[in-house]
């Protein structure tokens, strides 16, 4: 047993150890050294990353909207690490640029922004922030904007894509159609009037467009039937005007002037009164595309379609009336003007927008 033994232990004992080759010790050095840059790189990033939603929880803690300039928009915007989404109204409120569209989309914006930071689901994934043409110069020039209002979503990872842009001209800046677009492009949805806001355990948080409250339209209401009320009342004796056909015809024109001018497509849309473009002043009353339209030019409309009913109305006149025939063709000529100049001007309108109107037939 200790002869067979003997051997064996000649053999382990000539084996020789194995080593690394000398030449793998630099790049085991070199590798420790990159992960421990990358780890530092890492935590390096994520205390930034830290400081940056730190600072933009304070800052809408005081304001649910905060302002930036060039700077602040390179920092906490354009220059990553980012986990939120930050929606941003490039706007030109200065009293000497004279916008009133930006004003009004400003009030609109202070709505939406206020019902997500005082709503329960108020968390630091999503920010609304307003760059003023006046306070951000090189913002607009790097981003080659020309107008104001817009609304744009800067994502958490990569650059803004086209549907990051809202289509103001289309749509119209109301709270709720800002609401909508934000679902479309964030985590938080929109559904019936709220925000809905998807958690990692797929439990939606409604949150309520809340806006202040307005008697405007109660007053105007409970003046309409005082002043109705007070009117039958002093005519209580004398009701026949009830039944006047012509004021009842006045009455049916009015609404059928103010539903064919667009008006209903305004209440529901909320578009501007008009566009002045900032560079060169110019106001522009009617929009260039088929789907959208100004306020102003309903009233245009309005006023057109007006102007023709009484050349119709004329026309019909002096056909039917028994008069004086030198003062008939008067009449017939002052309605055949009124329709054909105004008809004319409304064509020229209808064919501009290409495709006419997005609430009204087509005339082709």
Sequence with gaps: MGARGAPSRRRQSGRRPRYLPTGSF????????LCIQLGGGQKKKENLLAEKVEQLMEWSS??????????????FIKTPPRNYSMIVMFTALQPQRQCSVCRQANE??????????YSSAFC???FFS???????????????????PTFMHFPPKGRPKRADTFDLQRIGFAAEQLAKWIADRTDVHFLYGTFLLASRKLHLIAIRVFRPPNYSGTIALALLVSLVGGLLYLRRNN??????????????????????????????RGPPYAHKNPHNGQVSYIHGSSQAQFVAESHIILLLNAAITMGMVLLNEAATSKGDVGKRRIICLVGLGLVVFFFSFLLSIFRSKYHGYPYSFLIK
């Design 62 to 75: 005081r304001r649910s909207i905060f302002r930036m300039n060039g700077d602040k928009f390179r920092k």
């Design 239 to 268: 009701l026949e005007f009830i039944y006047n056909k012509t004021g009842w015809a006045m009455v049916s024109l009015c609404i059928v002037f103010a539903m064919t001018s667009g008006q209903m497509w305004n209440h529901i």
């Design 130 to 148: 307003m760059v003023d043409y006046d306070e951000g110069t090189d913002v607009f020039q790097q981003l080659n904007m020309n107008s104001a």
């Design 124 to 126: 630091n994934k999503l």
């Design 26 to 33: 630099p790049f085991l050095l070199l590798l420790l050294l």
């Design 108 to 117: 609109e914006y202070q709505i939406l922004a206020n019902s997500w930071r």
